[in-house]
Nanobody, 114 residues
Framework: QVQLVESGGGLVQPGGTLTLSCAAS????????MNWVRQAPGKGLEWIST????????TYADPVKGRFTCSRDNAKNTLYLQMNSLKPEDTAVYYC???????RGQGTQVTVSS
């Protein structure tokens, strides 16, 4: 059974930094590209980033390009999202998901506010 557990969210001031983690289990993590998506209050899911199964070639949505970095550690079955220069508009619940799949976890709340 696929399990994805996101963590690392919290309250941060504008310009701050957070690193999210996603612990994967129930499938062979290293065989799948992975996504980060987010859902802001009152809005639908927004794709943020995709990373291939080897950990290279990450792509990013324009609103986060140059500020967020997606990485993975296949030995630890863990996906990461480093978020720098955070803005209030980054406030959302962040989810990880297998490429082509919908989010399955509870997500982790990121709030950017002074």
């Amino acid at each position: 059974q696929v399990q994805l557990v996101e963590s690392g969210g919290g309250l941060v001031q504008p310009g701050g930094t957070l690193t999210l983690s996603c612990a994967a289990s129930g499938f062979t993590f290293s065989r799948f590209s992975m996504n980060w998506v987010r859902q802001a209050p009152g809005k639908g899911l927004e794709w943020i980033s995709t990373i291939n199964k080897a950990g290279g070639g990450a792509t990013y949505a324009d609103p986060v390009k140059g500020r967020f970095t997606c990485s993975r550690d296949n030995a630890k079955n863990t996906l990461y999202l480093q978020m720098n220069s955070l803005k209030p508009e980054d406030t959302a619940v962040y989810y990880c998901a297998k490429f082509g799949d919908s989010p399955r976890g509870q997500g982790t709340q990121v709030t950017v506010s002074s």
